[in-house]
């Protein structure tokens, strides 16, 4: 069955580095999203991305986020000076056409010391 | 506006027990999908059932079965004869039908504890 590989699993930084996040989604897949969960919360919207651009984003994705789809098979979430409260799952998911069921990634846990 | 609730914040039962999870949703679209999915320990969001806001048949797999009532605007979760693997966070969440984004909106999530 196809899957949404996200890497790293877990990525450690310090307080004011950048980092970036990678995802590869499922190669037919149309529309692409970034989602965030702080520990013990919920799963909360970020970004999504279709057509080569943001169709919509979060209050949460400020000027500190961006995402790109550099190759036509990642898709990528930067955070350009990470803060304490970035520490967080972050989860990348695809889907192939409206209404379809989402395919998530397995995430990647930041810690952000 | 949209919105998920998820009332119980955690449940704890014994194994082999019957659980019902609840989730009620707010929105003013005719269009729309609701989902359930799994958060085990490991972090992972495992997609369990989508059902279209067309379809109030109630679906059963496995020890798993899901009620959807339009006239509650309620998506309930039972587990039947739970088991210890049971043990895990799980998330209603709905799909704005008609959006260009289909972003998910989740509910808070309802941890269920099954103690063997």
């Known amino acids: 069955e196809p899957e949404v590989t996200q890497t790293p699993s877990h990525q450690v930084t310090q307080m004011g580095q950048e980092v970036i996040l990678r995802c590869v989604p499922i190669s037919n897949h149309l529309y692409f999203y970034w989602y965030r969960q702080i520990l013990g919360q919920k799963v909360e919207f970020l970004v999504s991305?279709?057509?080569?651009?943001?169709?919509?984003k979060s209050e949460i994705f400020d000027d500190q986020f961006s995402v790109e789809r550099p190759d036509g098979s990642n898709f990528t979430l930067k955070i350009r000076s990470t803060k304490l409260e970035d520490s967080a799952m972050y989860f990348c998911?695809?889907?192939?056409?409206?209404?379809?069921?989402?395919?998530f990634g397995s995430g990647t846990r930041l810690t952000v010391v | 506006a949209q919105k998920v609730t998820q009332a119980q914040t955690e449940i704890s039962v014994v194994e082999k027990e019957d659980v019902t999870l609840d989730c009620v949703y707010e929105t003013r679209d005719t269009t729309y999908y609701l989902f359930w999915y799994k958060q085990p320990p490991s972090g992972e969001l495992v997609f369990l059932i989508r059902?279209?806001?067309?379809?109030?048949q109630n679906e059963i797999s496995g020890r798993y079965s899901w009620n959807f009532q339009k006239s509650t605007s309620s998506f309930n979760f039972t587990i039947t004869a739970s088991q210890v693997v049971d043990s895990a966070v799980y998330f209603c969440?709905?799909?704005?039908?008609?959006?260009?984004?289909?972003?998910?909106?989740f509910g808070q999530g309802t941890t269920l504890q099954v103690k063997p």
């Open positions: 991305f279709y057509n080569n651009e943001i169709s919509e």
């Open positions: 969440a709905l799909l704005h039908g008609s959006s260009n984004t289909g972003k998910l909106i």
């Open positions: 998911a695809s889907r192939e056409d409206r209404g379809d069921g989402y395919t």
């Open positions: 059902r279209n806001s067309f379809d109030e």
